[in-house]
């Protein structure tokens, strides 16, 4: 049977909405302790308990509607008074929404697409690397990456977009860049980023405006060039501009 860490792990990863419930204190007669968890979907159905009977049953409401607002808070029940519970104590219970893991899909596993990888791994970002040339993705060995040996074409269509998705293209070839800018700017995004000289960004711009009749205003959602300005030049480097850069957008969007 799966601990509660594994299901909300599988929560994250299979895009699920449910909140946690957490015993942060009790005192007297409890049916459960400190540290006892349950997890609410939205649904109402759930995994674990904190104690069953009617006490569950309003916690299950109070989750609800922590999902609803996805804000956390406390929540304190007296078991006799408030649930007609003979045990008769009262347990304080931390509800928490299960946030959904930012999701980061790098084009290209050439220097600065590895370096990227290798550096997001290690923060919030569930990271999918993707390259149709094997031999470039096989360079890239840490655990917690995930690759795809798939062409653009292939890859594109399989892959789930939401206000969670990053996107960062870094791949060898300018065309196939933009062949991914477009599919991607028709798709929800935290973030679409690209890399390139101001050249091409510059033409890219003039390119989309004229051949897909972008505005001004779709195409400033794009970063391009990506990254901060911190005057990067070996792959390292940028990929740490890059980096940054999308830990500003996460941590905005949190406030």
Known sequence: MMTIYEKISEIQKGNQVAA???IVNTKGSTPRKTGAKMIVYNDRKIFGTIGGGELER????????VIESQE??????????????????????FIEPIKM???????????????????????????????????????????GVNKLNLSHEQALPILPFDEQTYVCIVTYSHPI???????????????LGMIGSERK?????????????MTAEELDKVDMPMGLDILAET????????????????????K
Request: charged content about 25%; aromatic content about 8%.
């Open 20 to 22: 946690v419930c957490t």
């Open 235 to 254: 792959p390292e480097e940028i990929a740490i501009s890059i980096l940054s850069k999308l830990i500003e957008i996460k941590n905005k969007a949190i």
């Open 201 to 213: 960004v510059a033409m890219t711009k003039k390119m989309f405006a004229e051949g897909l009749d």
């Open 72 to 93: 956390p808070n406390l929540f304190r029940h007296d078991l006799l008074h408030q649930h007609n519970m003979c045990c008769g104590g009262t347990v304080d219970i």
């Open 177 to 191: 860049d933009r062949e991914i800018l477009a599919y991607c700017l028709k798709k929800p995004f935290a973030y």
């Open 101 to 143: 893991k930012n999701k980061l899909y790098i084009f290209g596993a050439g220097h600065v697409g590895k370096a990227l990888s290798h550096y997001a791994k290690d923060l919030d970002f569930e990271v999918v690397l993707i390259d149709d040339r094997k031999e470039y993705l096989d360079q890239a060995t840490e655990v």
């Open 58 to 65: 309003h916690v299950i409401e109070q989750a609800i509607r």
